[in-house]
Structure formats: C-alpha cells, structure tokens
C-alpha cells in the first residue's frame, strides 16, 4: 500500500514530492510513522504552491495528481493500492481533479478526506477584510494570517487576499453549486471533521478561537470551516475516531 499525503491551503512553496514530511505540515515524519505502523509500504508528501493559486487551478491539480500516480507513472491508469489523504483545501483540488479525469482511483485504492471545505467557508469572507486592514485586529489574528499566508502585498504596497482564499469563498459557483460535495459522497471512504476551534492545545488554538469568534459562524467548526461544509450528505458521523465517518 503506498500512502499519498495532500496538503491543504496556504503552503507556498512547490518542488517534487518527498518520502518523509519535510515541512511537518503532517505533524512530523517521526510522529507519523507511529500512527501509520506498518500500514504503508511507502509514503509521498506533496509540496505545491497552495496559496497563490486557487484549488481549480489546473496545473496544481496535475501536480496533486502526479503525486498520486507516482514517479513515471500513467495519469490515464487507474491508481491502485494506494491510500490518499487529503486535507483542507487539498480535498478540493483532488476532488476536482478526479471529478474531470486527470487522473482516477481504482477499486483497491481508498481515498481519506479530512477538514474539507466543500461548500467553501465564511472565513474566507471575513480574511479579505483582514487583509485589507490588518491593523485593527488583534494579534492573534494578525499572527495567523501572517503564518497562514491569507495575505499578499504588491509591489505598491497594498494588501488583498491570496487567490486560494478568495476561491474558498462559499458563494463561488463552483462551491455554492454543491458538485464537489456530491462527488466526495460517493468516492470519499472515510472522512474527518474539526467541531472545536480551541482543539487540542497548540500554537494555533487562541488564533483559531479567534477567527472562529469574529467570523461567527453561528455551528460548531473548526476555526476554518463550519460542519455544515466539511461534512458529506447521506453519512452518519460519529464522535468515535475510530468510524469512519
């Protein structure tokens, strides 16, 4: 079984997929290899540019691909023996990919979605703002849109929001229309939703819980996305890890 890791928005470099988590975007190479065991015969972490370029960007979603596929590998063959784990955003540019045949899942791969913003998130709404004015927030929300990239500066120094967020918007067409969230019911195996913007204690908690409080969501959510986008229609979730769902 060969584990394929999708990261989600705000990464900004790209270069060729690597078999350890070399930015610990994944919590760590080390970490991780105690959770997955001996599950995976080999691991892939992509590493593309998710922050200037929305997630129905063409050439991010054949850079997901290739990832997938692997080294050398045929985009028009089905991928087999493979588990793919997309997070965030990563979910949106995988989903799209496949949903238009760049590449395709076989029968004995299985695809894991974890934080999807399928119909997209307020936040978005609320990060144009905050680019636009950084000043007047708090810190805590200045600090994440610094370590989250949610900004650009052009060469006039004015502000706007990087592209991937604009396209997480939840009135984008693409999201509004519900396709991706359709399509992710009937390939996705298993998926994961965040119902706490606190979460376990780290470095991003009181950011999170801050985003999450000016948004106003008005559910729960993971200080990014609201339940009622990451969760997938016809699926019974539970509070168990270990369901599926």
């Known amino acids: ?10 990464e900004v470099n790209t270069s060729p997929p690597t078999p350890t988590d070399t930015d610990s975007y994944w919590g760590g190479s080390r970490k991780l290899s105690g959770f997955l065991g001996e599950a995976c015969n080999s691991t892939s972490f992509v590493h ?11 050439e991010l979603q054949a850079a997901y691909c290739d ?4 080294a050398g590998g045929d985009l028009s063959a089905s991928v087999d023996d493979a588990l793919v784990v997309s997070h965030s955003m990563g979910n949106l540019i995988f989903a799209d990919a496949l949903r238009k045949g760049t590449c395709k899942l076989g ?19 609320f990060i144009e703002k905050l680019c636009l004015n950084a000043t007047i927030f708090e810190a805590p929300l200045r600090w994440i849109a610094k370590e989250m990239n949610y900004c650009t500066t052009a060469p006039n120094g004015t502000h706007s929001i990087n592209a991937a967020y604009v396209s997480l918007r939840p009135d ?34 009181l950011a999170l819980e801050s985003l999450a409080a000016v948004v106003g969501y008005g559910e ?4 990014m996305v609201p339940i009622s986008s990451c969760q997938i229609g016809g699926k019974n979730y539970s509070g168990n890890y270990s369901s599926n769902y």
């Open 1 to 10: 079984l060969r584990c394929v890791f999708l990261h989600g928005v705000g």
């Open 48 to 58: 593309q540019d998710s922050t200037t370029r929305a997630w129905d960007d063409a």
């Open 67 to 70: 990832a997938v596929v692997g």
């Open 107 to 125: 029968p004995s791969s299985r695809w894991i979605s974890l934080a999807a913003p399928w119909r997209g998130s307020k936040a978005a709404i």
């Open 172 to 205: 984008n067409p693409a999201l509004a229309s519900g396709e991706l969230a359709e399509y992710a019911a009937a390939h996705v195996a298993a998926a994961q939703c965040g119902d706490s913007a606190y979460g376990l204690t780290s470095i991003y908690s």
């Open 220 to 223: 729960s959510n993971d200080g």
